[in-house]
C-alpha cells in the first residue's frame, strides 16, 4: 500500500515505525525539516516537507494514486482540509486526528458527507475507556460495539466467586439480566461454551449485553457493592471535559478543578451542569473543602504525565493515569 503520513509528531512517528515493517510504501509530510530528516533516516520511508494543505504538496508526496492518507497534525482544521483535498486528489482512503470538542458532534457529518473513512478523537477515547473503567471496575477490559448500545467486557472468575460452580443455564437464578456469555479461556484454551458448561475459578469470562444490563449483572453477583455517586477530576482538559459529559448522562455529580482561570471560565461556560472550581488540585485545604473524604472517585488528567502518576490518594478507589499527548 502506499500511504501518505501527514505529521511527523509523536503518533505520526509512532505509526511509521509500526507501518515500515509491513512491506507499505511510506511517504511522511511536515513543515518541519528537521523532523522529516530525523524519521527519513531512521525508518526506510521518503519525506516531504512543507504544508500538507497545499495542493502541490500532496500531489508531491503522491496523493492522487494513494491508498490511504493519515493526518495527524497537531491542527485539527489542517487534518481536515488535507483530508479532505487527498480525497478529491485520488486517496482512496482518509484518516483524520480531530480533538477539538466543538467538532466531536460532527464525527458522523464527516464520514458520511465529507468521505473521511475515519475521525480520530484521541482524548474522546480515553474518556470513553476511563468511564468504563469507573463503571465495571472488576472487569479485565470492556469493549463497546454499534456505537456504545453493546458492550463486550471480559471477567476473572476468582476462588470466592458467586459464578463458581454455576452452569450457564442456570445464571438466570442468580441475575435476571439479558447477557450473553459468548466466549470462556482457561490458561491458554478458549472456547465457546454451550449451557451446561459450569464456571470455575481461572475462567475469563466474555460477556456481552447493554451497558445498564452489564452494569446489573455486576451487581447480582457481588462484584460492585456501590454506584458511584460523586467524582473530583483535577485537571480540565479535553479528556476531562469529554469524561465529565459522559458521567453526567449516567447521572454521576462530576466536579472539575481546574488552576488555569482562563481555562476554568471555558469549561464554566459549556459545562454548566458540572461543578467547575478554580484552584490547585494539590491543595488539600481545596480538596477536604470539596468533599474528597466523600468522594466515591479522584481522577488525576492534569498536563503532566508525572504529576499524575504521583498525585495519589490511598483512600480512594481509582487513581487514572493520562498518557500526555502532544
Not at 224 to 237: A, E, F, L, M, S
Not at 272 to 282: A, E, K, L, R, W
Amino acid at each position: 500500500m502506499k500511504i501518505i503520513v501527514l505529521g511527523a509528531g509523536k503518533v505520526g512517528k509512532t505509526l511509521i515505525k509500526h507501518m515500515s515493517n509491513e512491506d507499505h510504501d511510506i511517504i511522511v509530510v511536515d513543515q518541519n525539516a528537521t523532523k522529516v530528516e530525523e524519521v527519513v533516516n531512521q525508518y526506510d520511508v521518503i519525506g516531504v516537507v512543507g504544508n500538507g494543505g497545499s495542493y502541490d504538496i500532496l500531489m508531491e508526496a503522491g496523493a492522487e494514486d494513494a491508498n490511504l492518507i493519515i493526518c495527524v497534525t497537531t491542527s485539527d482544521e489542517l487534518n481536515i482540509l488535507a483530508g479532505l483535498m487527498a480525497k478529491k486528489m485520488g486517496t482512496r482512503h482518509t484518516i483524520a486526528r480531530v480533538r477539538n470538542p466543538d467538532y466531536s458532534s460532527q464525527r458522523d457529518f464527516m464520514r458520511n458527507q465529507l468521505g473521511f473513512s475515519m475521525i480520530v478523537n484521541p482524548e474522546l477515547e480515553a474518556a470513553s475507556e476511563i468511564r468504563r473503567v469507573l463503571s465495571f471496575p472488576s472487569a479485565v477490559k470492556v469493549d463497546t460495539f454499534s456505537r456504545g448500545k453493546v458492550e463486550l467486557a471480559e471477567f476473572f472468575v476468582e476462588d470466592q466467586s458467586r459464578l463458581k460452580g454455576i452452569e450457564l443455564n442456570q445464571l438466570h437464578k442468580i441475575t435476571k439480566t439479558n447477557i450473553l456469555v459468548c466466549a470462556v479461556s482457561h490458561n491458554e484454551d478458549v472456547i465457546i461454551p454451550n449451557g451446561n458448561y459450569a464456571i470455575k475459578p481461572g475462567d475469563h469470562l466474555y460477556i456481552t449485553g447493554t451497558h445498564r444490563d452489564l452494569s446489573r449483572f455486576c451487581l447480582d453477583i457481588g462484584v460492585i457493592t456501590n454506584r458511584i455517586k460523586n467524582v473530583i477530576i483535577v485537571g480540565g482538559g479535553k479528556i476531562a471535559y469529554y469524561l465529565s459529559k459522559q458521567l453526567s448522562t449516567q447521572g454521576i455529580k462530576v466536579k472539575i478543578i481546574e488552576k488555569d482561570k482562563n481555562r476554568y471560565q471555558i469549561l464554566a461556560e459549556k459545562l454548566p451542569y458540572v461543578t467547575i472550581i478554580h484552584g490547585d488540585g494539590s491543595d488539600d485545604e481545596l480538596l477536604n473543602e470539596e468533599g474528597i473524604e466523600n468522594t466515591d472517585a479522584v481522577l488525576a488528567l492534569t498536563g503532566l504525565d508525572e504529576e499524575n502518576i504521583f498525585y495519589h490518594y490511598p483512600q480512594k478507589a481509582y487513581i487514572i493515569k493520562r498518557q500526555l499527548r502532544k
